[in-house]
């Protein structure tokens, strides 16, 4: 039996843990404050991916929180389609962030992996035909593509002595995408390259993060016979200890063969209810045990310090016990990412030597800390001053007003509100019943009727507001009372025949609106027009309304598989038929093999001469 000695101090566990929030905003919202969400993950370091956290929107309830430090890399690119997504952020959960010897608080921090963001934020020129040391080995690329990488916010990478954290936000790429399949190739074949580069000078690296790449057929709920021929994969597996690479796929040592360990499920599909996914969330591992007695056969970081490594399934968005079925769009409401986090825990990890906070903290983020004085504030203090010396004349209260900013940006809000129901230039519904006013009415009185507008845009979908004793007789329906009057109920219709696909992010292939219809209480009133006139629109437009609901109603097809009506989506794809809608059934997506699983129904909405 061997007794191992280690180069400093006390001896420690460690947990790491790695989540694609999709958004840290509505994570943030969903627990509360940022520093519940980071407890509830129970973890020293905390990598996140595709937080969508611009730079000018780093303010200190979102990048900040009592005992951890924070790295951030955002999106710096301006590219269509590519502002304000993407972007990770690893928090790091220490008891003091100067002078301490914790592991988890790093010696240095990195933004992306080539060493040029920090070069060109400090003013280092490069020459032309030089690199960095970080990418040596990529002479044969340009400065433009190596800055093009680092400026979509993919990397962080924090030194803790023992090992290097690649905190990763992988490119998601279609097949038929050639400009995004090249980048995602120039980003993989860099970080080969700092891998590479770390692993000769004999350091220890730990790669967590969405690489968005599932590794074997078993990591894949739909895997065909051409799964192992995609280039990403293949690049994957090489890396791999079990292909002859260097690092282990730790959840696969751990679990080998685990069937059904997903960590990711489609958003716009209801995937979850029968853990239909993928697995591309991951924690690789290469190197050394910290060991004196290394060389050793056998010993390597994984089989020494590692406990276990899983995925935390307590965050999945489905809960079988009370979520309803899923109905094929937003009527069912999935809380939290379309993620779910891995951790990892380690032993015996010695402390490190005494050391501080890297500059890259964003406690050192201008506006992060502090307090800043707004033009209020100044105001008041320099009245007060010149009342205290008796020189107020021209600072006197008759000659200084004070609004407070609550109350001016509710002011704007309101203006701002009315300004766009004024000049919206889409006509309502209830317009249609209107006699036109011969005399010019006023624009406040001809829009304010008891029928709102439907605005199905790519920006948002209102409302349509109908009567209360509205007759829907559709059996997907679903009736729930609304917050705004006694006399207004909400309904929602689960078939979907009015749904949209939108550039989403990456881990998504599509997002879907739905058509809420909202019975209104009734309004003020038009001064010019009588109860009985009034009286006879609402007739005119709910039978109006029952006539298109009718024609929906039939046009919406019923699955062969369930008998129920089917929900309409757009292709997004290139090609043909991009932007053709059509009908899919409205269930969840799960195995072929399962009958209460989204069955193989197809059929196109229209034909293409009506879409010309």
């Not at 489609?266 to 591309?280: D, K, L, M, P, V």
């Not at 800390?369 to 504030?377: D, K």
């Amino acid at each position: 039996m061997f007794l191992f000695q280690f180069s400093h101090g006390v001896k420690r566990e460690m947990k790491i843990a790695t989540y694609n929030v999709n958004g840290l905003r509505p994570r943030i919202s969903q627990y509360g404050s940022l520093l519940k969400l980071l407890n509830s993950l129970e973890a020293d370091i905390i990598c996140f991916q595709e937080t969508k956290v611009a730079r000018q929107d780093m303010t200190a309830d979102l990048i900040t929180a009592e005992g951890y430090e924070s790295f951030f890399s955002c999106t710096r690119t301006s590219d269509k389609g590519r502002v304000g997504y993407s972007g990770v952020a690893t928090f790091c959960r220490i008891n003091s962030a100067f002078s301490s010897d914790e592991v988890a608080l790093p010696l240095s921090a990195e933004e992306g992996f080539t060493g040029l963001l920090e070069s060109s934020q400090r003013g280092i020129g490069i020459k032309e035909d030089g690199m960095p040391a970080e990418v040596e080995g990529l002479q044969g690329m340009t400065k433009g593509d190596l800055l093009k990488v680092d400026s979509e916010g993919r990397c962080i990478i924090t030194d803790h002595g023992h090992f290097v954290l690649f905190n990763l936000y992988g490119p998601r790429a279609q097949c038929d995408d050639a400009e995004r399949l090249q980048f995602k190739s120039t980003f993989f074949k860099i970080l080969q390259k700092r891998w590479e580069s770390l692993l000769t000078k004999g350091k220890r690296i730990v790669v967590v993060g969405d690489l968005n790449i599932a590794p074997a057929p078993i990591d894949c709920c739909n895997a065909g016979p051409d799964f192992a021929q995609n280039e990403f994969r293949r690049w994957l597996r090489s890396m791999l200890a079990e292909q002859g690479g260097p690092f282990f796929d730790v959840f696969r040592v751990k679990h080998p063969e685990r069937k059904e360990a997903y960590t990711c499920w489609s958003q716009c599909t209801g995937a979850e209810e029968f853990n239909y996914g993928s697995r591309i969330d991951h924690i690789l591992i290469a190197g050394s045990c910290l060991h004196q007695d290394h060389d050793l056969e056998g010993h390597n970081f994984v089989s020494c310090h590692v406990n276990e490594c899983d995925i935390m399934t307590q965050f999945k968005r489905w809960k079988s016990e009370n979520m309803a079925r899923w109905k094929g769009g937003r009527t069912t409401k999935l809380e939290g990412s379309d993620h779910a986090p891995v951790y990892i825990s380690l032993r015996e990890i010695p402390n490190l030597p005494q050391h501080n906070t890297p500059s890259l903290s964003a406690r050192y983020v201008p506006g992060v800390q502090g307090f800043q004085q707004t033009l209020v504030s100044l105001l008041m203090k320099r009245s007060a001053e010149l009342k205290k010396n008796g020189t107020s004349q021209l600072f006197s209260n008759e000659n200084i007003r004070v609004a407070s900013c609550s109350t001016t940006s509710g002011q704007h809000m309101e203006t701002k509100k009315r300004a766009r129901h004024n000049t919206c230039s889409q006509r309502t519904l209830s317009s249609f019943f209107q006699k036109r006013s011969s005399h010019g009415a006023d624009a406040s009185e001809s829009t304010d009727t008891s029928l709102g507008q439907v605005d199905v845009s790519e920006r948002e979908t209102e409302s349509l507001h109908l009567t209360k004793n509205t007759n829907f007789p559709i059996e997907s329906q679903d009736v729930k009372e609304s917050n705004s009057s006694k006399d207004t109920q909400e309904v929602i219709i689960g078939t979907g025949f009015l749904t949209e696909t939108l550039e989403g992010d990456e881990s998504n292939g599509c997002k879907m609106y739905e058509v809420s219809m909202i019975s209104s209480t009734q309004s003020e009133g038009d001064e010019n027009a009588s109860g009985s006139s009034e009286k006879e629109k609402k007739n005119a437009a709910l039978l109006e309304w029952r006539r298109i609901q009718h024609f929906m109603q039939k046009s919406v097809p019923l699955c062969k598989g369930h008998k129920e009506p089917c929900v309409a989506r757009v292709v997004k794809k290139a090609g043909p038929n991009l932007g053709r809608s059509f009908y899919v059934c409205a269930r969840a997506e799960g195995p072929p093999s399962n009958p209460e699983a989204r069955c193989d129904y197809f059929k196109w909405a229209n034909s293409k001469s009506a879409q010309k």
